[in-house]
């Protein structure tokens, strides 16, 4: 006969296990123990634990006598005889240390799309609003990806386009495919290294802080500021 215990802080009971028994509540004191015989805690089902995975000996025959053999770690030491050359950009000789010194007026400006929107968003004039940011004489230049864009944006953009037209704006012919201004600016700011970039666009003002020595013209508090000059005479203290 199977019994049941009821265990408590102060007294044990013992009660008969029948088959018509029920427990319908039981107290948050009490706990309930299935035992097979009196005064063993054990229970019938066999506990059972995390089955490892039985793995082949090293020394069992049906194993090949090649993958018996330790495999021998590979050495980290290079050798010199598969030696990589790469071949690195020569670093231009008109930087000193992070500034460009092939820069000086009259200082060579190359203009984006948006720096001519925001230019007339804020009602200033483009060269003379760079002379007060340089204090010196600027010659402002386009290139015919720009123009493209400006032609493209349509009659919206009529004033931008004409402010483009200026005979003060150089043009820059491209010889590429496309109309996509970045990547033309980007191509040919790492060749020459004499332009500064005139945008007011974060993604490209990123791309072009990894290429050094060429300064970036923004706009900033209703006037143009510059960055990555030694002598950034316009820029606004911050």
Same mark, same amino acid.
């Not at 040919?188 to 290294?193: C, G, L």
């Given at each position: 006969?199977? *019994?049941? @215990? @009821?265990?408590?802080? !102060?007294?044990? !009971?013992? &009660? $008969?296990?029948? $088959?018509? @028994?029920? &427990? &319908?509540?039981?107290?948050?004191?009490? /706990?309930?123990?299935?035992? /097979?015989?009196?005064?063993?805690?054990?229970?019938?089902?066999?506990?059972?634990?995390?089955?490892?995975?039985?793995?082949?000996?090293? %020394?069992?025959?049906?194993?090949? *006598?090649?993958?018996?053999?330790?495999?021998?770690?590979?050495?980290?030491?290079?050798?010199?005889?598969?030696?990589?050359?790469?071949?690195? =950009?020569?670093?231009?000789?008109?930087?000193?240390?992070?500034?460009?010194?092939?820069?000086?007026?009259? *200082?060579? #400006?190359?203009?984006?799309?948006?720096?001519?929107?925001?230019? #007339?968003?804020?009602?200033?004039?483009? #060269?003379?609003?760079?002379?007060?940011?340089? *204090?010196?004489?600027?010659?402002?230049?386009? /290139?015919?990806?720009?123009?493209?864009?400006?032609?493209? &944006?349509?009659?919206?953009?009529?004033?931008?386009?004409? #402010?483009?037209?200026? $005979?003060? @704006?150089?043009?820059?012919?491209?010889?590429?495919?496309? /109309?996509?201004?970045?990547?033309?600016?980007?191509?040919?700011?790492?060749?020459?290294?004499?332009?500064?970039?005139?945008?007011?666009?974060?993604?490209?003002?990123?791309?072009?802080? %990894?290429? $050094?020595?060429?300064?970036?013209?923004?706009?900033?508090?209703?006037?143009?500021?510059?960055?990555?000059?030694?002598?950034?005479?316009?820029? =606004? %203290?911050?």
């Amino acid at each position: 006969m199977k *019994y049941y @215990f @009821f265990s408590c802080n !102060l007294v044990t !009971l013992a &009660l $008969p296990c029948y $088959p018509h @028994f029920r &427990l &319908l509540h039981v107290e948050s004191l009490l /706990t309930i123990e299935p035992v /097979t015989k009196m005064g063993k805690g054990k229970t019938k089902a066999a506990k059972t634990y995390a089955a490892m995975k039985r793995m082949i000996n090293l %020394k069992d025959s049906r194993i090949k *006598y090649e993958e018996r053999q330790k495999k021998k770690r590979k050495s980290k030491k290079p050798n010199p005889e598969n030696i990589t050359e790469r071949n690195l =950009p020569q670093a231009s000789s008109a930087m000193f240390f992070k500034y460009n010194t092939q820069l000086g007026p009259p *200082y060579h #400006i190359i203009v984006d799309t948006n720096f001519i929107n925001f230019s #007339i968003k804020n009602k200033l004039e483009i #060269i003379q609003s760079m002379m007060d940011c340089l *204090y010196a004489k600027c010659i402002p230049y386009i /290139t015919d990806c720009v123009m493209g864009e400006l032609e493209k &944006l349509g009659s919206k953009y009529r004033v931008a386009l004409r #402010i483009a037209r200026d $005979p003060r @704006f150089k043009r820059l012919p491209c010889l590429h495919k496309g /109309t996509y201004a970045d990547d033309c600016i980007v191509q040919r700011i790492t060749q020459h290294k004499c332009y500064i970039v005139a945008t007011c666009d974060k993604d490209l003002r990123r791309r072009i802080r %990894k290429i $050094p020595g060429v300064p970036i013209m923004y706009l900033q508090q209703h006037r143009y500021s510059i960055e990555r000059m030694p002598d950034a005479f316009g820029a =606004p %203290k911050t």
